[in-house]
């Protein structure tokens, strides 16, 4: 069956619809010819019967003649108990029954026997009936004999117009499922001369044939499919860019402090390097969470029971001596499912945007609203307009405000925030404090665990 795979697609379904219909009609001639010979055998038998059941009338009747007439073609013989030929049919045998002793038998028991016709000197074969009159020693058995040359010329020219018509119209129908499965394969082959030509060029889409067949689904698919690779592959981009250029001012920052020490002959300023180096630390490890983040790390959605409460009190005790006081609102204890160490991250990343931007307090509250858990983080700080605060979930966004970068960072703390809290099926949203910005986060509430 190698040779099998070396045809197209095309070629090989042709193929096998074309074996299919060749059984097919194969089967449907030898079933159509079977029928028509048991038809006509049949109508042939009931006609010989006929006629004995006339014949038996006339031996009740008692007017049987010596010679019987009869219609067409047949041979009747009416024989004796003793095997006798009493009356017979003009052409048939006077002296020796159509049937021997032992097919005799059988007609009597109501089967039809067929013989040769040289019983009766005709070409072809010959069906006998029997049909039974009287009892005893006036036992009469009449004997019907038909020939059946025209049943099988019948059949035989059935059989010659199947022979020639069968590879016809199997030819035709081949034809006919070439073309059409051509036909239905044209919109797979513009879909492949499209693919060849995104591959070649970069660009560009499958075209999507008419109606809403499986075909018109998959070009559908496949060009969404292609919109979303071609964002991701620009996001991609930007975020290589942006991090490049991220990085670039830390590593300068370090190879100037290192040349101008190197220059001056005097050691370098550990201090200056060590914020640079752990500025660059954090970048990196921002840069690497958002990398595994975008790939799905099985880490990253580790599932298990969270208390918000006890972890906002701990994310918040590390802010003990801040610029700003960070005020926790006393809560009940409130569940979710979740990584533990992303969700303090989560946390991390708003107090420190609100310390680093509020006036005098940052408040920390959690509350629990139907079926989510809500953590909200509110700062009296300038805020950011209504316009920018989508923008600001975006990848190195920094507003006119935070782009001096001794005084905020890369701006990818709260594209963090808002890449954990939806892979925990939350969300996260940016209001007015009144004065300063209230950041939301929305989580699915959960039960508490058995032992809790």
């Keep these: 069956m190698r040779w099998l795979h070396h045809l197209s697609l095309r070629g090989r379904l042709v193929l096998i619809g074309t074996l299919g219909l060749a059984v097919a009609l194969a089967l449907g001639g030898i079933l159509l010819v079977a029928v028509l010979q048991l038809v006509l055998l049949r109508s042939v038998d009931t006609g010989a019967r006929h006629t004995g059941e006339d014949v038996v009338q006339l031996i009740e009747a008692g007017d049987l003649p010596d010679t019987l007439p009869t219609t067409g073609t047949q041979f009747v013989q009416v024989l004796n108990d003793r095997s006798q030929i009493l009356s017979a049919s003009i052409g048939a045998d006077r002296l020796v029954p159509l049937l021997r002793p032992e097919e005799l038998a059988l007609a009597q028991g109501g089967v039809v026997v067929q013989v040769g016709g040289d019983r009766v000197g005709i070409n072809g074969d010959l069906r006998v009936a029997a049909t039974r009159a009287g009892s005893g020693a006036q036992a009469r058995t009449v004997l019907v004999g038909v020939p059946v040359r025209d049943v099988q010329q019948s059949v ?122 752990d500025r660059l630390a954090g970048l990196v490890d921002d840069l690497l969470l958002l990398a595994r983040a975008d790939e799905g790390d099985p880490a990253l959605h580790r599932r298990e029971p969270v208390e918000l409460a006890a972890l906002l009190a701990g994310t918040a005790a590390g802010y003990t001596g801040s610029r700003v006081p960070v005020l926790l609102s006393p809560s009940d204890p409130q569940w979710t499912l979740g990584d533990p160490a992303g969700l303090r991250r989560v946390v991390d990343n708003l107090l420190s945007n609100a310390v680093r931007y509020a006036g005098t307090r940052v408040t920390l509250s959690l509350r629990r609203a139907g079926q989510r858990v809500l953590v909200a983080v509110a700062d009296d700080g300038p805020g950011i307009p209504p316009a920018d605060r989508d923008r600001v979930f975006q990848r190195f966004t920094r507003l006119d405000g935070a782009r001096a970068r001794d005084g905020g960072g890369a701006g990818l703390g709260l594209a963090i925030v808002n890449q954990l809290v939806r892979m925990h099926g939350g969300s996260v949203g940016l209001a007015d404090a009144g004065p300063g910005l209230l950041a939301t986060v929305n989580l699915p509430a959960a039960s508490p665990p058995a032992d809790q």
Excluded: C, K
């Design 156 to 277: 035989l020219t059935v059989e010659r117009a199947l022979l020639v018509a069968y590879p016809l119209l199997l030819a035709g129908l081949a034809v006919l499922g070439w073309r059409v499965v051509g036909w239905t394969l044209r919109p797979v082959e513009a879909l492949r001369a499209g693919a060849e030509e995104i591959t070649a060029t970069r660009t560009g889409r499958l075209p999507v044939p008419d109606g809403q067949d499986e075909v018109h689904r998959l070009a559908v698919t496949l060009n969404d499919m292609l919109d979303r690779l071609d964002r991701a592959r620009t996001r991609q981009r930007a975020f290589v860019a942006d991090a490049a250029h991220e990085l670039r001012s830390p590593i300068a920052s370090l190879r100037t402090q290192l040349e101008v020490a190197e220059h001056l002959g005097e050691p370098a300023p550990s201090a200056d390097l060590r914020a640079e180096v």
